[in-house]
């Protein structure tokens, strides 16, 4: 079965700092890979994705995660952090041969300070 | 382009009753997939349905059941609450055969004392 581990539940950022989530999968296969994020009582937004091609991959509000194959990984950056920011965000996975399925992570509460 | 939709926001059942949740999908999706997302994790996979028939499900007991309608909005029920069903209940919808992406509705909020 596949699993997705986000290190860290919160991590703390100044205003204008680089921002770095975590998030590691484990699957025999690439599945496709998601962050989405959730504003406090609301539903979640898709940040970005990717599925095949360019590894490097450009979303909404700045964002962007880079597949490694080898490392397992879709981290999610973000050059300079803005108060608005400030969210919890899910890295998920949904394996190539049956989509729509989404395995979530624990999620990573982000706090920006100012 | 209407998104999805959830009713009601919130809820608060007591221990025992049946719950109904409603979802309207995104126009153009043809599969509805529930998400519970209790406090402090990440959602957690119930099911999906396609074309009016559950297409998978994740490790929920049966008496957490769902239909899809033809104009593919859902419903979720869940009988005999208990309070661990205290949750955030996430709908979305999507294009089956697509690349995974999924689109979330804003979530019913139950609570179960």
């Known amino acids: 079965a596949q699993s997705v581990t986000q290190l860290g539940s919160h991590v703390s950022v100044s205003e204008g700092a680089l921002v770095l989530l975590r998030c590691n999968y484990s699957?025999?296969?690439?599945?496709?890979l998601f962050w989405y994020v959730q504003y406090p009582n609301q539903g979640l937004q898709l940040l970005l994705k990717?599925?095949?091609?360019?590894?490097l991959v450009k979303g909404i509000n700045g964002f962007e995660a880079e597949f490694k194959k080898s490392e397992t990984s879709f981290h999610l950056t973000k050059p300079s952090a803005h108060m608005s920011d400030a969210a919890e965000y899910f890295c998920?996975?949904?394996?190539?041969?049956?989509?729509?399925?989404?395995?979530f992570g624990a999620g990573t509460i982000l706090r920006v300070k100012s | 382009e209407t998104g999805v939709t959830q009713s009601p926001t919130h809820l608060i059942k007591t221990r025992g009753q049946q719950v109904t949740l409603r979802c309207s999908s995104q126009s153009g999706h043809n599969t509805v997939s529930w998400y519970q997302q209790a406090l402090g994790q990440g959602p957690q996979f119930i099911f999906q349905?396609?074309?009016?028939?559950?297409?998978g499900r994740g490790n929920f007991p049966p008496r957490f059941s769902g239909l899809q309608f033809p104009n593919y909005s859902s419903e979720l029920n869940v009988n005999a609450l208990e309070l661990d069903d205290s949750a955030l209940y996430l709908c979305a919808s999507s294009f089956l055969g697509g690349l995974g992406e999924q689109f979330f509705g804003p979530g019913t909020r139950l609570t179960v004392l």
């Open positions: 699957s025999s296969v690439p599945p496709y």
């Open positions: 990717y599925t095949t091609g360019a590894t």
């Open positions: 998920a996975v949904t394996p190539r041969e049956y989509g729509n399925k989404l395995v």
């Open positions: 349905y396609y074309r009016e028939e559950e297409n």
